[in-house]
């Protein structure tokens, strides 16, 4: 069974850094594309960073850029989100996602973060609030 387990949420202060894990199981991490996305009240689910689960390629969406890092441990079956320089806009519900159905490159990764419904296994998801 594929789970997906998200840790790391919480308050930060506007400027503030948080930490978010994505624990997945139940699949062979290589063969995926891994993805966080987020979801703030009244708005549409926004991908926001991908990564490929066997060359470690990434992407980012423009809001989160220089900002965010993503990274992978495949021995942990982990993916983490580094967030920095937070804002308030930055405040949602995040949650992690898989697909074997679309990759992680510099070609492809806006769609990877925009067709969220190729993604075949999700994560409870984790609320971030960033306060001013």
């Known amino acids: 069974e594929v789970q997906l387990q998200e840790s790391g949420g919480g308050l930060v202060q506007y400027g503030g850094s948080l930490r978010l894990s994505c624990v997945v199981s139940g699949f062979t991490f290589e063969d995926y594309t891994i993805t966080w996305f987020r979801q703030a009240p009244g708005l549409e689910r926004e991908g926001i960073s991908c990564?490929?689960?066997?060359?470690?390629?990434?992407y980012y969406a423009d809001s989160v850029k220089g900002r965010f890092t993503i990274s992978s441990d495949s021995a942990k079956n982990t993916v983490s989100l580094q967030m920095s320089s937070l804002k308030a806009e930055d405040t949602a519900i995040y949650s992690c996602a898989v697909t074997d159905r679309v990759r992680c490159t510099e070609a492809t990764g806006l769609s990877t973060l925009t067709f969220w419904r190729e993604y075949t296994h999700w994560g409870q998801g984790t609320q971030v609030t960033v306060s001013p």
């Open positions: 990564i490929n689960g066997y060359d470690g390629r990434t």
